[in-house]
C-alpha cells in the first residue's frame, strides 16, 4: 500500500487532502512518524524519524493520531481481495503481503495480469492505491513493489532478473540498512554489478552469514517459498509518553496498561510464552531490554505485569528519565523441560 496509514486518513478525512499529514507522534516533538503522507515526504520526512525531527523540516505538517482499528479494517478488505486469486498469502505487515499465484483460482495465467486487477479492485472498492512488484521470486517482487511508487507495477521478468540485480544501488538492497549500506560503498562497492565480483567467501569475510545472502540474491537466486502461515515470533505492546516518567509509581501505572494490552492480545490469539522482555527507552534516547525466562509458558496478566515490575526493579534508574515503555511475550509453545524449583526468574541482562 502507499503511505498506507496517512492515504486512509485523507481518503475518511477530506480537510487532510493534498496536505503534509504525518501519522504518528507530535508537533511537541514527542514520539516517531508511523506514515508520512507524499506531500510530507517531499520536506524529507520519513517513517521511524523523531517527531522533532519532523517538525523542524516541516513545521506546517498536520500531525494525526493513529486510528489502528480503521487500518485493520482496510487491511482485512485487502487480505479478502488477494485471497479471490490465491491462498498463498504471507503478510509482511498489516499493508503489505507476498502473493504465489503460480497456480491461480481464476485461471488467468499471467502475474501482471492479476497485479492488475489486484490495484484496480482496491482502487475501486478501497479509494486506495497500491504499488506492486511482479517477478519470479520473492526478493526481486520485494524491490519491484518499491520502484514506481505510488500507485506503481513494475514487471522483472526471469531473463531480465540478472541486470536488474546489477544495476540496482546497494542502498535499494532489501535487509540491506544505512550501516551495511555505508561499508559497502566504503569499500567501492555501489551496485549489484559490484558486489557480483566477489566470492561468496569473501562476502562473507565481510558481512558474516549476510555474506552467503549477498552473493545468491545478486544473482537472483531466492528459493524461499511463499509461506500463507507465518508464526508469531513475539507479541508486544509499548508507549511513547506525552512526558517523561519520573517516578516509579507512574512506571509501575503504565506497565499495568501495557501489561493488560498484552494479556488481552495473547488470550484473542490463543498464545502464551516463556521470555517477557521489558523496553526501556530514557530521555538521552538511550534505549536499553531486559528479559525473564520462565520453565512453563505462561499469559497471564499478574504473570506479565510482576515479572515487568521485577526487572525495572533490577534497572538503574537514578538521575533518568523514561520516554518509552514496553511489554513483549516470546518464545511461544509448549517445551518439555525439567521443573525448576525456587526463583522463577531466570534473569538476562542485555542493552541493545
Known amino acids: 500500500m502507499d503511505a498506507f496509514y496517512a492515504s486512509v486518513e485523507q481518503r475518511d478525512f477530506p480537510e487532510y487532502r493534498n496536505k503534509p499529514i504525518i501519522v504518528g507522534g507530535s508537533p511537541e516533538g514527542r514520539g516517531v512518524v508511523a506514515t508520512a503522507s507524499y506531500e510530507a515526504r517531499k520536506f524529507g520526512i520519513k517513517s521511524a524519524m523523531s517527531s522533532r525531527q519532523a517538525y523542524q523540516l516541516c513545521p506546517h505538517a498536520i500531525f494525526v493520531r493513529p486510528r489502528f482499528d480503521a487500518y485493520k479494517s482496510v487491511s482485512v478488505h485487502i487480505r479478502e481481495i488477494f485471497s479471490r486469486y490465491t491462498d498463498l498469502i504471507e503478510p509482511l505487515s498489516m499493508d503489505e503481503a507476498f502473493l504465489d ?31 506492486a512488484g511482479v517477478s519470479s521470486n520473492k526478493f526481486v517482487a520485494k524491490i519491484a513493489s518499491d520502484m514506481n511508487k505510488p500507485d506503481g507495477l513494475t514487471f522483472v521478468g526471469p531473463s531480465k532478473i540478472q541486470a536488474f540485480m546489477e544495476n540496482l544501488p546497494v542502498e535499494r538492497f532489501f535487509g540491506v540498512g544505512k550501516v551495511t549500506a555505508k561499508k559497502m560503498k566504503s569499500m567501492h562497492l555501489h551496485t549489484g554489478a559490484d558486489l557480483k565480483q566477489l566470492t561468496e567467501q569473501e562476502l562473507i569475510n565481510c558481512f558474516g552469514k549476510s555474506g552467503s545472502f549477498y552473493f545468491r540474491i545478486v544473482r537472483g537466486i531466492d528459493e524461499r517459498p511463499v509461506r500463507s502461515f507465518r508464526e508469531a515470533k513475539s507479541l508486544a505492546a509499548e508507549d511513547t509518553f506525552a512526558y517523561d516518567l519520573i517516578s516509579v509509581e507512574e512506571m509501575h501505572t503504565e506497565l499495568g496498561k501495557l501489561a493488560d494490552k498484552v494479556a488481552v492480545r495473547l488470550e484473542k490469539h490463543q498464545l502464551k510464552g516463556r521470555t517477557i522482555t521489558l523496553k526501556l527507552k530514557f530521555n538521552d534516547f538511550k534505549q536499553i531490554t531486559r528479559n525473564s525466562s520462565f520453565t512453563n ?8 505485569f510482576d515479572t515487568a515490575k521485577f526487572l525495572l526493579e533490577n534497572i538503574d534508574l537514578e538521575e533518568k528519565t523514561v520516554r518509552l515503555l514496553g511489554i513483549s511475550l516470546s518464545n511461544f509453545g509448549e517445551l518439555p523441560a525439567p521443573q525448576r524449583h525456587g526463583n522463577p526468574y531466570q534473569l538476562t541482562l542485555f542493552d541493545e
Do not use: C
Not at 509458558?297 to 506479565?304: A, E, F
Open 101 to 131: 499465484v503460480t497456480e491461480d483460482k481464476l485461471e488467468i495465467g499471467s502475474a501482471l495480469e492479476i497485479a492488475k486487477r489486484i490495484k484496480q479492485a482496491i482502487r475501486e472498492e478501497l479509494n486506495l492505491t497500491a504499488s
Open 297 to 304: 509458558p505462561i499469559g497471564d496478566y499478574n504473570t506479565i
